[in-house]
């Protein structure tokens, strides 16, 4: 056994090394010796493979199982004692039930496997944001990508002292059955069990399942928010530099807006953009204000699209010290995957077959991944390990609209940006997905993500902003609005700046706005279109509101709220029939 000073840790150690019977067990450290070591074993055993170390430095390939390459939602579970806890989108069991057949599953799932005990922190290492996890994992794979994501070893450990404070998190690969394939959370007991998968959004437990799940209800418990949201900042020829965050479901930039590029018109004049993070913010009040950090220390990044032109940050920060998951390895021992360029004439596909470019089939996995150290992003916030935080000044909201939503609108106050957080929704644009042009509600992109009852997640947010003396303005934009010929009608990627620029100048009460039925719509001259081939008539088009469209959404957002059977805040119920007569 470790010789660990904190007893609650120690016992927990015990108690799961007696039932998964691992024929080792190692204390993850964080040196550069140790993970230096675990590489190399991975390579012996095929788990990883090393890729060409001058044109790639510190880089590996993995592939997971052909039938473990993503988040399976219809397996992952919150375990409260009742199902209301959980809500109505949440797949739920009750815990004792769970851990009945978990335990089953677990029994002798590490046998001939070492397992690895990972202590990890969530946010720089003993900031006020900071939330300490132990990982236990059979998995070299989990180890390394622990290791990117989050501030591993034994820092963590002297921070954790003796205290009890930290979430457990089992993970066994198990046989990596999909038939036995369960993501378990326990909010309750800052618990989450993880068995027979091997792939990263399943098995890094720091990453959706604690980040998010476990975090927001210790949010609520607490009082701050965990929420699927970006955090980048503007910073001005002057040096100042003021911070958003955003919240946007799958498939909707997301990361390039994270790690946007000014357009020229704005570079020339000294503006910088700044990424604190792509994908989840923790967010406490402090002086009246919201503060936001990014609990995590890397970019766990989908590869297929991602180039040289539609996000060269991303790119950069791949560039070494990466771990690439189902992508094509080439004849010249680097990777590959579609939109990264001109495709390579032969090589090994994700499953790894020989593959070439004549084949007709995809080379890259279309949810193949990088995992890459956050440090390694050219335009990484100066404030990333700032253990404060940073301002935020606005949060955005957004969605995939083809006609509904305007290019950007500002919520009436905070009540009623709540509502438009509750009401975000995307369009399905393949026919993969089913019918083409079908809503889905994604509510804050939490939809996923929220470790309890969403009715209860929108009350805590409508909590928080009581408690603001400053709330910072909220919006809602929509970069997808399509022309009549089903173009996109705005050039979207680096220009997304113009309307961030427009956000920030209401947030800080430079800019008009025009009063509309659904919010408060910039005045078409206010956006800049220097250096574009658009008029501020096409601008007009694109914040046009069109009420029978709307009328049929808030009949839509009625529907997805009775799913929540009368637990809706009266506030946005009320918010929704006053949407309803203004529209009329």
Known sequence: MLNLKNEALSK???????????????????????????????????????????????CYLHRTAVNDVARVEHRTFICTPTKEEAGPINNWMEPSEAYKMLNGLFAGSMKGRTMYVIPYSMSVVGSPFAKIGIELTDSIYVVLNMHIMTRVGQKVLDVLGESADFIKGLHARKDID??????????????????????????????????????????????????????????????????IAAAFPSACGKTNLAMLIPPEIYRNKGYKVWCVGDDIAWIRIRDGKLWAVNPENGFFGVAPGTNAKSNPNALAATMKNTIFTNVVKTEDNTVWWEGLGPAPETGIDWKGNPWNKDMGIKGAHPNSRFTAPAENCPCISK??????????????????????????????????????????????????????????????????????????????????????????????????????????????????????????????????????????????????????????????????VDNALWAEDAASLEEFYAKFEGKIPAELTEELENLKKRIS
């Open 12 to 58: 927990w150690i015990e108690e799961v090394a007696a039932l998964t019977c691992p024929d080792k067990i190692v204390l993850i450290d964080g040196s550069e010796e140790q993970v230096e070591a675990l590489r190399a074993e991975a390579c012996s055993t095929g788990e990883l493979e090393k890729l060409d170390q001058d044109k790639l430095p510190g």
């Open 178 to 243: 999909e038939e036995n394939r369960y993501i378990m959370h326990f909010p309750q007991d800052n618990t989450i069990m993880s068995v027979n998968s091997g792939y990263g959004g399943n098995v890094l437990l720091g990453k959706k399942c604690f980040a998010l799940r476990i975090a927001s209800y210790l949010g609520r418990n607490e009082g701050w928010m965990a929420e699927h949201m970006l955090i980048l900042g503007i910073e001005n020829p002057e040096g100042e530099v003021k911070y």
């Open 383 to 544: 404030e990333f390990n700032n253990p404060d935080g940073v301002p935020l000044s606005a949060i955005v909201f957004g969605g995939r609209r083809a006609k509904t939503a305007p290019l950007v609108y500002e919520a009436f106050d905070w009540q009623h940006g709540v509502f438009v957080g509750s009401a975000m929704a995307s369009e399905t644009t393949a026919a993969a997905s089913g019918a083409v042009g079908v809503v889905r509600r994604d509510p804050m992109a939490m939809l996923p993500f929220c470790g309890y009852n969403m009715a209860n997640y929108f009350q805590h947010w409508l909590d928080i902003g009581k408690k603001l003396e400053n709330p910072p303005k909220i919006f809602n934009v929509n970069w997808f609005r399509t022309d009549k010929d089903g173009h996109f009608a705005w050039p979207g990627f680096g220009d997304n700046m113009r309307v961030l620029m427009w956000i920030l100048d209401r947030a800080e009460g430079k800019a008009d706005a025009v009063e509309s039925a659904i919010g408060y719509l910039p005045k078409a001259e206010d956006i800049n279109l220097d250096g574009l081939d658009m008029t501020v008539e096409d601008v007009k088009n694109l914040l046009d």
